[in-house]
């Protein structure tokens, strides 16, 4: 499973000419269409070039076409069912294979470092996340990362017998009236299923604190999970993703994640929905840019606190090898058109460049006007 940690290592890695290939490929389950995977691989370095598909195309070494042929051949068995990322270049030297917790779309890239946006998307729709599965008496909690699932804890709550219950709650001189007994034995039980969930709520937060804060999936009885999540801080209800109805008993890890993952794709949809909705419902301002050229320039001038690009697609460009500014032309560099250098995907160096300015990215299906950013303070006109 990728991590935001492997994604700022690779982002580290720079070389002098675009010699850095990244290649995204699914490897199917079928072993007919694996056959096919080198073949696939080589039709997409055909398209691998510096600026997409214009112009300047920049081959792919003889040298990595066989590399990734090897790898293919040796683990495409490791990688059934997903999107693998491949990373090769002899200069710096780099050899890295990643599998994506879920299906990306394909390409190709040649640049001068690795690209890492698809890794981004996978993070943001295919988070690792945290399943509470409860009942009155017993707590289960794993976590999901793709597709392994690991239990963090596991709770039991002890309920004295009846006899116990009885005599904890009869004081002095209680007649005995059945129906008033009966009614704070349950009261009791009922005390001690909100310690249980408290307590259960404690182990959630003291894992959430040592694996980051992640999205929670409650599991379990109809009428369990709105007691549990009404004794949940608010915090950390902030954080539930949402929940599903199945008897704890019966489940299995696999089937956890079985339904706990609509859940979580469910939730990713609707907060894309939510973002993009904000967009086109906010009045005309300053502080919003909407299109390729108004966000190429809040990008150039460090004003984007949230950049919005689609998951797919490419789109070549420019970067000044002086002054670092990106443009599709090449030829509104201040430093001139001779100070250009192509790149194949702007979407990836306007990602990059917000997130060195400590910004937020967020990677969509269909973003207003293409691309769109939520800005820190009016950029200035670019002369």
Same mark, same amino acid.
Request: net charge negative; charged share 20%; hydrophobic share 45%.
């Given at each position: 499973?990728?991590?935001?940690?492997?994604?700022?290592?690779?982002?580290?890695?720079?070389?002098?000419? *675009?010699?850095?290939?990244?290649?995204?490929?699914?490897?199917?389950?079928?072993?007919?269409?694996?056959?096919?995977? %080198?073949?696939?691989?080589? !039709?997409?370095?055909?398209?691998?070039?510096?600026?997409?598909?214009? @112009?300047?195309?920049?081959?792919?070494?003889?040298?990595? $076409?066989?590399?990734?042929?090897?790898?293919?051949?040796?683990?495409?068995?490791?990688?059934?069912?997903?999107?693998?990322?491949?990373?090769?270049?002899?200069?710096?030297?780099?050899?890295?294979?990643?599998?994506? %917790?879920?299906?990306? *779309? !394909?390409?190709?890239?040649?640049?001068?470092?690795?690209? &890492?946006?698809?890794?981004?998307?996978?993070?943001?729709?295919?988070?690792?996340?945290?399943?509470?599965?409860?009942?009155?008496?017993?707590?289960?909690?794993?976590?999901?990362?793709?597709?392994?699932?690991?239990?963090?804890?596991?709770? !039991?709550?002890?309920?004295?017998?009846?006899?116990?219950?009885?005599?904890?709650? $009869?004081?002095?001189?209680?007649?005995?009236?059945?129906?008033?007994?009966?009614?704070?034995?349950?009261?009791?039980?009922?005390?001690?299923?909100?310690?249980?969930?408290?307590?259960?709520?404690?182990? #959630?937060?003291?894992?959430?604190?040592?694996?980051?804060?992640?999205?929670?999936?409650?599991?379990?009885?109809?009428?369990?999970?709105?007691?549990?999540?009404?004794?949940?801080?608010?915090?950390?209800?902030?954080?539930?993703?949402?929940?599903?109805?199945?008897?704890?008993?019966?489940? +299995?890890?696999?089937?956890?994640?079985?339904?706990?993952?609509?859940? #979580?794709? +469910?939730?990713?949809?609707?907060?894309?929905?939510?973002?993009?909705?904000?967009?086109?419902?906010?009045? @005309?301002?300053?502080?919003?840019?909407?299109?390729? !050229? @108004?966000?190429?320039?809040?990008?150039?001038?460090?004003?984007?606190?949230?950049? &919005?690009? *689609?998951?797919?697609?490419?789109?070549?460009?420019?970067?000044?090898?002086?002054?670092?500014?990106?443009?599709?032309?090449?030829?509104?560099?201040?430093?001139?058109?001779?100070?250009?250098?192509?790149?194949?995907?702007?979407?990836?160096?306007?990602? &990059?460049?917000?997130?060195?300015?400590?910004?937020?990215?967020?990677? &969509?299906?269909?973003?207003?006007?293409?691309?769109?950013?939520?800005?820190?303070? *009016?950029?200035?006109? @670019?002369?």
């Amino acid at each position: 499973m990728i991590s935001r940690a492997e994604v700022e290592k690779l982002l580290e890695i720079q070389a002098a000419e *675009p010699s850095v290939l990244s290649l995204y490929l699914f490897v199917p389950m079928d072993p007919d269409a694996r056959r096919g995977l %080198p073949a696939r691989a080589g !039709e997409l370095f055909e398209l691998a070039a510096r600026g997409g598909n214009g @112009p300047g195309a920049v081959q792919v070494r003889e040298e990595d $076409r066989q590399a990734v042929r090897r790898l293919l051949e040796g683990h495409a068995r490791d990688w059934l069912g997903h999107t693998v990322a491949i990373f090769i270049s002899a200069q710096p030297h780099l050899t890295e294979t990643i599998a994506l %917790p879920c299906q990306l *779309p !394909e390409r190709a890239v040649l640049a001068t470092r690795p690209h &890492v946006r698809p890794l981004l998307v996978a993070l943001q729709r295919c988070p690792a996340y945290l399943v509470a599965v409860i009942d009155q008496h017993h707590a289960w909690l794993l976590r999901v990362t793709g597709e392994q699932i690991d239990t963090v804890a596991r709770s !039991e709550m002890v309920i004295p017998a009846a006899d116990s219950v009885r005599s904890y709650v $009869r004081s002095q001189g209680f007649g005995g009236w059945y129906g008033l007994e009966s009614y704070r034995v349950h009261e009791r039980i009922i005390q001690l299923a909100r310690h249980h969930y408290h307590d259960t709520a404690a182990i #959630i937060e003291q894992a959430t604190r040592a694996n980051g804060k992640q999205l929670l999936v409650v599991g379990g009885h109809e009428q369990t999970i709105p007691q549990f999540l009404a004794a949940l801080p608010q915090a950390m209800r902030d954080r539930v993703a949402g929940s599903f109805i199945a008897d704890p008993h019966t489940l +299995t890890p696999a089937r956890v994640r079985a339904l706990a993952g609509p859940v #979580i794709g +469910t939730w990713v949809s609707e907060r894309e929905q939510r973002l993009v909705s904000q967009f086109w419902l906010e009045p @005309p301002s300053q502080l919003v840019a909407m299109g390729l !050229e @108004p966000c190429l320039t809040a990008v150039n001038q460090h004003a984007a606190a949230l950049l &919005v690009v *689609p998951v797919g697609g490419l789109v070549p460009g420019f970067s000044c090898t002086r002054c670092g500014a990106l443009s599709s032309t090449g030829e509104s560099c201040p430093d001139g058109p001779a100070a250009a250098r192509a790149v194949p995907d702007l979407f990836e160096e306007m990602v &990059v460049r917000t997130l060195n300015d400590s910004g937020q990215v967020e990677a &969509v299906r269909d973003p207003p006007g293409e691309v769109a950013a939520r800005l820190r303070f *009016p950029p200035a006109e @670019p002369e």
